[in-house]
Structures are given as structure tokens and as C-alpha cells.
């Protein structure tokens, strides 16, 4: 009885650890991604009601001050009223949508090119998110990676 008891306990601890192991592994896009040559940190977070989607925000920059110690701003972007806000804390997407399994659809702003891009594709495969977008007959991609700490 005891040897029997033994080993259905030990196969719900296996079975238990093998679902952590799973849910471990298959995080769904949700964290902290490192963008293209890890310049930054994005967070993708459920948009907070009644907001629907998926939000992202950058949480951190390689280059956090500009070239006289101040934090960096959105200085490029074309609505005046918006230049002075801080690129980290900065929204880059709100309102992305399911488009399928580890698939959505939505747009980004790049500070950077102070540029909104629409109708991105976004694919989630493992740690890597792929955003690839077409304009015409010209596309480009750009992909993520999840990021684990230092």
C-alpha cells in the first residue's frame, strides 16, 4: 500500500513539474522584449481597460541621456506637443489584436524615425517576435528577443 501510494505521488509531482516546465517555456508574448541590437526594452502588457489588445511601452534605452546629460525625449516626432515626453515610459503600441495562433496585428511607433508603421504582421515563435510590415511592394521585418536579465 505504502510502495503503491509512493508512486502515484511521484507521478503527480512529475506530471506537476512538467507542466511548469511547459508553462516556463511557453510564456506567450507577454514580458520584456529586446528590440533590434538590444537599443531597448520594450514591455508588452493586456492594455489596461477600456483599452483592448495588447500595449507596449519602452521600459529602457542603451542611451538613457542625451549629449548634455538629460534623458532623452521624443524630439523627432512632428506633433510638437509630444517632443518633450521621455523615451523610456514612452507608448510605442496599444491595441494590438489576435490574427491566430502566436499571431497579431497591429501598428508601432519608432521614436527613432519618429514614423508610425500600420498593419504590422506580428508572429511569436518560442523567445523570438517577429513585426514585418510592407509598404507597396517593399517589406521589412525586425525581430525581438525576450529578455532574461542580466
Not at 105 to 114: D, I, L, M, Q, T
Amino acid at each position: 500500500m505504502t510502495y503503491i501510494r509512493l508512486a502515484i505521488g511521484a507521478g503527480a509531482l512529475a506530471t506537476l513539474m512538467s507542466i511548469g516546465a511547459t508553462s516556463a517555456q511557453d510564456q506567450g508574448i507577454l514580458g520584456i522584449w529586446s528590440t533590434k541590437q538590444n537599443k531597448s526594452r520594450v514591455e508588452i502588457v493586456n492594455c489596461a481597460p477600456p483599452k483592448q489588445g495588447l500595449c507596449g511601452t519602452i521600459v529602457w534605452i542603451s542611451q538613457p541621456n542625451d549629449a548634455k546629460g538629460k534623458p532623452q525625449t521624443d524630439r523627432g516626432n512632428p506633433n510638437p506637443a509630444l517632443k518633450n515626453r521621455p523615451i523610456i515610459g514612452l507608448p510605442l503600441f496599444e491595441g494590438w489584436r489576435e490574427a491566430g495562433r502566436n499571431k497579431w496585428k497591429g501598428s508601432v511607433y519608432n521614436p527613432e524615425e519618429a514614423q508610425t508603421y500600420n498593419n504590422l504582421d506580428i508572429t511569436l515563435a518560442g523567445d523570438r517576435l517577429t513585426l514585418k510590415g510592407c509598404v507597396a511592394i517593399f517589406c521589412d521585418s525586425e525581430t525581438w528577443n525576450r529578455y532574461r536579465g542580466p
